[in-house]
């Protein structure tokens, strides 16, 4: 790996030296990224930590969502008890979107039930011509709780992740979780130079993000753009895309498998599928099939049990698992996940079942 990286303009990083054993890199999740044989389907599930876990619910009475995601002992904590819980192929950690903002002294909170709430919504364009530039010193507890994860799984891969810019962007200029992102679309149609230089800011500490995340010892790396379905294929194609080419392309010298993931993105999935991902995370409105016909044979695809199925009892839990092992097992370039994440009504029994049906799955030669 080159010790310097400067491929474009603005985003250059010295990348460093990543860890990572060996032991990781023969793991079937890896290799499924990588679209390489392995022997059963891999699997994990988003939000595999989270409120649905009681022992989750019992750190929170304790602490603020907050306080863990700073803490790298508890961040570490409660990644791999996901892991050991489940049986799955994969960590993710346990962080949130909003938590690189630190980094660029955005204050928010984020509350219980509701999600991420911003102090001063960024309205105007001088709010963001006026932003600090990013400081990644001041996220070295998520760095340190990479590490720290990354000893406790011992060979089992940690996906790092981040925000997409424009998911980022919609919290910063609603101020909060949106149903219609009015505000954010407003201001990227009237104001179009002050919402590049948004998303060329927050492209930048997404870059910056990330590849701390792996210089720690993160195996994978996911962006979450969840909200970008909400744009029609045009804005994405000239206004988005060229923000996610500009990341994927400034992370690719990591050599990780780089998951794009968002809800809602049957109509973009080819424009997607353009932007340097190696992997696709797909929601359930999209069948993985037509998907694999979409995108072709040389990015692998993600997904996408509807969440809801979780809740639904036995029947439909397992002919939903079924149905998308028969369409997809025999496909070296295919994770088990869900089309979002756990929802926190799940009984962690069900996903327990699930992980073990998908390893029981025969994986046809
Ligand atoms: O304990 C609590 O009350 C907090 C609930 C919670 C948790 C467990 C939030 C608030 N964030 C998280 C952790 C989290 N968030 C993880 C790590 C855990 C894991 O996946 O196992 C990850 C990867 C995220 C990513 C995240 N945060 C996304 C992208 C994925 C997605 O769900 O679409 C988004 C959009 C957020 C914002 C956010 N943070 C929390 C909530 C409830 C939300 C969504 C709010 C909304 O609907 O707009």
Redesign the pocket.
Known sequence: MPDKDCNLDGLCYNFGDAKGGSQVNTSRFLKACRGEPHDQVPVW???????YQPS?RAL?TRYT?LE??RSPRLIAD??VE?VRMLDVDAA???????IPLDGLGIRYD?R?????IVESPLRRPADIHGMPPFQSDRLEFVYEGVALSVEKLAGVPLIG?A?APF?LAS?LVEG???RTYQETKALMWNHPGAFYALMERLCAMVVEHCANQVKAGAAAI?L?D??VGALSQEDYRTLILPHMRKIFEALKPLGVPLIY?G?GTQHLIAEMARSGATVLGLDWRTALSQARGVVGPSIALMGNLDPQCLLAGPVAVQAGVTAILDAMARDDAYIFNLG???PKETDPTVLQKVAAWVHQYPKPG
Not at 92 to 98: T, W
């Open positions: 599930f988003m939000r595999q930590a989270g409120r989750y929170r969502m863990l995601a409660v990644t996901a993710i950690l346990f962080s949130d979107i909003m984020i219980e039930n509701v999600g991420p992740f925000g998911t919290y909060g979780p949106s996911q979450f969840s909200w993931f809800i979002h994440g756990v």
